[in-house]
Nanobody
Framework: VELVESGGGLVQAGGSLRLSCAAS????????MGWYRQAPGKQRELVAA???????NYVDSVKGRFTISRDNAKNTVLLQLNSLKPEDTAVYYC??????????????WGQGTQVTVSS
């Protein structure tokens, strides 16, 4: 599976962005997909996940602000980021994961997309 992330940018606190991840190869509709982020000096963390059937899971710090969704016809997983905070600044990546509550990535990482939130 190859993954290409896009949609990042520079936004003021309180603003919104929509990230997109295009997947190629494999059977996308069967995959559990996740969005991760890695801030400078910190470990990469899973922030949102969506099952093949559309069930979702979020890390507490983004609940109510981020929304993950998928379009199986387009082999795409989206992450809507609302009410952004400076602490959301990070490089965001998507990946195939082994389960809705399991953050083990299964595919090679893409290049990621940078999200920068100014205060």
């Amino acid at each position: 599976v190859e993954l290409v992330e896009s949609g990042g940018g520079l936004v003021q606190a309180g603003g919104s962005l929509r990230l997109s991840c295009a997947a190629s190869g494999g059977i996308f509709s069967m995959y559990v997909m996740g969005w991760y982020r890695q801030a400078p000096g910190k470990q990469r963390e899973l922030v949102a996940a969506i099952s093949s059937g559309g069930r979702t899971n979020y890390v507490d710090s983004v609940k109510g602000r981020f929304t993950i969704s998928r379009d199986n016809a387009k082999n795409t997983v989206l992450l809507q980021l609302n009410s952004l905070k400076p602490e959301d600044t990070a490089v965001y990546y998507c990946n195939v994961i082994s389960g809705l509550f399991n953050d083990r990535p299964l595919a090679s990482w893409g290049q990621g997309t940078q999200v920068t939130v100014s205060s």
